[in-house]
Nanobody
Framework: QVQLVLSGGGSVQTGGSLRLSCAAS?????IGWFRQSTGNEREWVAY????????HYAGSVEGRFTVSQDKAKNTVYLEMNSLNPEDTAMYYC????????????????WSQGTPVTVSS
Protein backbone atom coordinates (compact mmCIF):
# COMPACT_ATOMS: atom_id res chain seq x y z
CA GLN A 1 0.00 0.00 0.00
CA VAL A 2 1.24 3.50 -0.85
CA GLN A 3 2.69 5.53 2.02
CA LEU A 4 2.33 9.33 1.92
CA VAL A 5 4.41 11.95 3.73
CA LEU A 6 3.07 15.52 3.73
CA SER A 7 5.06 18.62 4.70
CA GLY A 8 5.07 22.39 4.24
CA GLY A 9 2.41 23.69 6.59
CA GLY A 10 2.90 26.83 8.63
CA SER A 11 1.52 30.23 9.63
CA VAL A 12 1.11 33.20 7.27
CA GLN A 13 -0.78 36.47 7.11
CA THR A 14 -3.70 37.15 4.79
CA GLY A 15 -2.47 37.32 1.19
CA GLY A 16 0.53 35.11 1.83
CA SER A 17 1.56 31.83 0.18
CA LEU A 18 2.62 28.31 1.17
CA ARG A 19 3.62 25.19 -0.78
CA LEU A 20 2.73 21.72 0.49
CA SER A 21 4.71 18.66 -0.64
CA CYS A 22 3.16 15.17 -0.77
CA ALA A 23 5.79 12.45 -1.25
CA ALA A 24 4.52 8.97 -2.15
CA SER A 25 6.42 5.72 -1.64
CA UNK A 26 5.33 4.45 -5.06
CA UNK A 27 3.39 5.45 -8.14
CA UNK A 28 -0.36 5.94 -7.79
CA UNK A 29 -2.87 7.11 -10.39
CA UNK A 30 -4.52 9.88 -8.37
CA ILE A 31 -3.55 12.23 -5.56
CA GLY A 32 -6.32 14.08 -3.73
CA TRP A 33 -6.08 17.05 -1.39
CA PHE A 34 -8.38 17.60 1.59
CA ARG A 35 -8.61 19.90 4.60
CA GLN A 36 -10.48 19.92 7.89
CA SER A 37 -11.02 22.85 10.24
CA THR A 38 -12.20 22.65 13.83
CA GLY A 39 -15.82 21.55 14.10
CA ASN A 40 -16.23 20.86 10.37
CA GLU A 41 -16.28 17.83 8.10
CA ARG A 42 -13.32 16.97 5.92
CA GLU A 43 -13.49 19.13 2.77
CA TRP A 44 -12.23 18.27 -0.72
CA VAL A 45 -9.74 20.83 -2.08
CA ALA A 46 -8.32 19.39 -5.31
CA TYR A 47 -7.23 16.22 -7.08
CA UNK A 48 -4.73 15.39 -9.82
CA UNK A 49 -4.59 12.62 -12.42
CA UNK A 50 -0.89 11.76 -12.18
CA UNK A 51 -0.51 10.12 -15.61
CA UNK A 52 -1.77 13.11 -17.57
CA UNK A 53 -1.29 15.83 -14.92
CA UNK A 54 -4.91 16.98 -15.06
CA UNK A 55 -5.92 18.83 -11.88
CA HIS A 56 -9.42 19.79 -10.72
CA TYR A 57 -10.13 22.32 -7.97
CA ALA A 58 -12.91 23.12 -5.54
CA GLY A 59 -14.63 26.43 -6.27
CA SER A 60 -13.39 27.91 -3.00
CA VAL A 61 -9.73 27.61 -4.06
CA GLU A 62 -9.79 27.67 -7.87
CA GLY A 63 -7.63 30.48 -9.19
CA ARG A 64 -5.61 30.64 -5.97
CA PHE A 65 -4.27 27.07 -5.52
CA THR A 66 -2.21 25.20 -8.12
CA VAL A 67 -1.23 21.51 -8.27
CA SER A 68 2.07 20.45 -9.83
CA GLN A 69 4.22 17.32 -9.67
CA ASP A 70 7.63 15.71 -10.08
CA LYS A 71 6.78 12.28 -11.49
CA ALA A 72 10.33 10.95 -11.14
CA LYS A 73 10.17 11.60 -7.39
CA ASN A 74 6.53 10.49 -6.94
CA THR A 75 5.87 13.89 -5.38
CA VAL A 76 2.87 16.19 -5.85
CA TYR A 77 2.81 19.83 -4.75
CA LEU A 78 0.00 22.17 -3.76
CA GLU A 79 0.91 25.83 -4.18
CA MET A 80 -1.47 28.01 -2.14
CA ASN A 81 -1.59 31.72 -2.98
CA SER A 82 -3.69 34.66 -1.80
CA LEU A 83 -4.45 32.83 1.43
CA ASN A 84 -7.23 34.08 3.69
CA PRO A 85 -8.39 33.07 7.21
CA GLU A 86 -11.02 30.71 5.72
CA ASP A 87 -8.13 28.54 4.47
CA THR A 88 -7.02 27.81 8.04
CA ALA A 89 -7.25 24.03 8.56
CA MET A 90 -5.39 20.75 8.86
CA TYR A 91 -4.42 19.68 5.33
CA TYR A 92 -4.04 16.11 4.02
CA CYS A 93 -3.07 14.38 0.80
CA UNK A 94 -4.52 11.00 -0.18
CA UNK A 95 -3.93 8.32 -2.82
CA UNK A 96 -6.35 6.35 -4.98
CA UNK A 97 -5.18 3.74 -7.51
CA UNK A 98 -8.02 4.34 -9.97
CA UNK A 99 -10.01 7.33 -11.22
CA UNK A 100 -10.00 10.44 -9.02
CA UNK A 101 -12.86 11.26 -6.65
CA UNK A 102 -13.96 14.22 -4.52
CA UNK A 103 -15.21 11.85 -1.81
CA UNK A 104 -12.79 11.18 1.05
CA UNK A 105 -14.04 7.61 1.53
CA UNK A 106 -12.87 6.70 -1.98
CA UNK A 107 -9.18 7.08 -1.10
CA UNK A 108 -7.31 4.13 0.39
CA UNK A 109 -4.10 5.80 1.65
CA TRP A 110 -3.70 9.00 3.68
CA SER A 111 -0.87 11.21 4.86
CA GLN A 112 -0.56 12.66 8.32
CA GLY A 113 -1.99 16.17 8.58
CA THR A 114 0.01 19.39 8.28
CA PRO A 115 -1.48 22.56 9.81
CA VAL A 116 -2.04 25.79 7.90
CA THR A 117 -2.93 28.93 9.84
CA VAL A 118 -3.79 32.24 8.14
CA SER A 119 -4.15 35.33 10.32
CA SER A 120 -5.83 38.61 9.42
Amino acid sequence: QVQLVLSGGGSVQTGGSLRLSCAASAYTSCIGWFRQSTGNEREWVAYNYVDNDIPHYAGSVEGRFTVSQDKAKNTVYLEMNSLNPEDTAMYYCAARNRGCSLTAQAYNSWSQGTPVTVSS
